[in-house]
């Protein structure tokens, strides 16, 4: 018998799978906090931390029913959740969904984890924005699919560049990813950008995904369309959203799918969506209790948005703030809770993006994340979450300006 010790290597379909935010940059900052230090982290969109507490009501009916949650559920989800996701696309005029089409997940992740399995084959093409939320990219490439970058541009408020959309389909192509309100850019759609997108998506017959997980965020009265109102009856649409942003449970992992268009002719495509459904049994049953709770009130969202709440509020603050740092542009955003702003790297001498992370993180002992995480291609951008109190902003961005004042990065 061999007894030669062995390695216990990780398969080969992850060595191009990238999810960076909770990269090296996090793995240093881990390190300097068990040696003492505290860290301020900047780098994840998790409201609880920055005390944003989930509304009374959602607690008291997920409480109320945890007696009831102990069995597995039907793989899609609960019919009261599934009901009221239907009944709430209805108030944004999206007709035609039936709660037989709508997917319940531990999270928007593990549905678009789901859902891109059940549909890419190997050399299949899906566009995704350049910058995306990482997890897109990850998951056409985890997929066996192949991700394919379209821009999004910074100087047009960083929507996304039809032409660039449509130069790049192939016979390949199988469909769009729109991330509305989009994270990192925090850019929200005007219905014209979403008409585009629909458009080419019919003339090729594509499938548009929509993450819409932002969607209740929105700044200075910019209005959200949801994709699929725009998309009707021609244009399969899956729309993603959830609990975790909006509704401040991002721990209960609570999310939903829901399909709409022609679901006729997707029906095998939903039948392995079904079938990948069946396999994880179903998502966290006291999670989809929160559901009906939390789509059936106005859960103090609005307030929190204005520029007198606290998301409004740390979101100027922010802008203004970074904006006045030499050597830093920034777009504003319109909803989400981040900011990609830009770095002057020829006066930085910034060539790696991640180092400039590990620098200020070292440094400064804020964490941010770089921004070729969200696969952008130059090393000219990171991400701010806006989430913490305006006092800790206002620090963290005049400690922010101090270095970059100072800054150069090494050769
Ligand atoms: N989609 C986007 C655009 C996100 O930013 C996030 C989390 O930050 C997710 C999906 C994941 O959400 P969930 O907590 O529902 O898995």
């Known amino acids: 018998m061999n007894s030669l010790p062995r390695r216990y290597d990780q398969s080969q379909k992850l060595s191009d799978v990238l999810y960076d935010i909770r990269g090296p940059v996090l793995d240093e900052a881990e390190r300097m906090e068990a040696e003492g230090h505290r860290i301020l982290k900047l780098n994840i969109g998790n409201p609880a931390p920055f005390g944003f507490e989930c509304p009374d009501s959602i607690l008291v009916d997920m409480i109320a029913h945890l007696p009831t949650a102990q069995g597995y559920s039907d793989s899609r989800g609960i019919p009261s959740a599934r009901r009221a996701v239907?009944?709430?696309?209805?108030?944004?005029g999206i007709d035609g969904l039936d709660a037989d089409d709508v997917y319940l997940g531990n999270g928007v992740s593990e549905l678009i984890t789901l859902s891109l399995q059940a549909l890419c084959d190997p050399g299949d093409e899906i566009l995704v924005p350049t910058p995306d939320y990482p997890l897109w990219t990850a998951s056409v490439t985890l997929s066996g699919g192949t991700p394919v970058h379209y821009e999004c541009d910074e100087q047009a408020g960083w929507l996304p560049d039809l032409d660039d959309i449509a130069a790049k389909i192939t016979d390949r192509t199988r469909g769009i990813v729109v991330i509305n309100p989009n994270n990192p850019t925090g850019a929200v759609y005007p219905r014209e950008v979403l008409?585009?997108?629909?458009?080419?998506?019919?003339?090729?017959?594509?499938?548009v995904f929509s993450d819409e997980i932002y969607e209740k965020i929105t700044y200075h009265g910019a209005?959200?369309?949801?994709?699929a109102q725009v998309a009707g009856d021609e244009v399969l649409c899956l729309t993603y959203s959830g609990l975790s942003k909006a509704y401040r449970i991002a721990g209960y992992r609570s999310g939903w799918l829901a399909i709409t268009g022609p679901k006729?002719?997707?029906?095998?495509?939903?039948?392995?969506?079904?079938?990948?459904?069946?396999m994880r049994m179903c998502a966290n049953v006291p999670g989809q209790h929160a559901i009906q709770a939390a789509l059936g009130g106005r859960q103090s969202i609005e307030e929190l948005v204005l520029p007198t709440g606290r998301l409004g509020a740390q979101m100027d603050l922010s802008l203004e703030k970074l904006n006045a740092i030499d050597g830093i542009e920034c777009q504003p955003a319109h909803g989400a809770l981040y900011l990609f702003p830009k770095l002057d790297v020829e006066r930085f001498g910034i060539v790696?993006?991640?180092?400039?992370?590990?620098?200020?993180?070292?440094?400064?002992?804020?964490l941010v994340s770089h921004g070729s995480a969200f696969n952008w291609a130059r090393p000219d951008h990171f991400r701010l979450v806006t989430l913490p109190s305006v006092e800790v902003l206002d620090e963290a961005l005049n400690r922010l300006g101090d270095f970059l004042s100072g800054y150069r990065q090494q050769a």
């Open 86 to 92: 239907v009944q709430y696309y209805e108030t944004r």
């Open 195 to 207: 008409e585009g997108i629909v458009r080419i998506a019919r003339e090729h017959g594509l499938i």
């Open 223 to 227: 209005e959200m369309v949801n994709t």
């Open 264 to 278: 006729g002719q997707a029906a095998s495509y939903i039948e392995g969506i079904r079938l990948l459904a069946n």
């Open 352 to 366: 790696d993006d991640e180092r400039f992370a590990l620098d200020l993180l070292r440094e400064q002992k804020i």
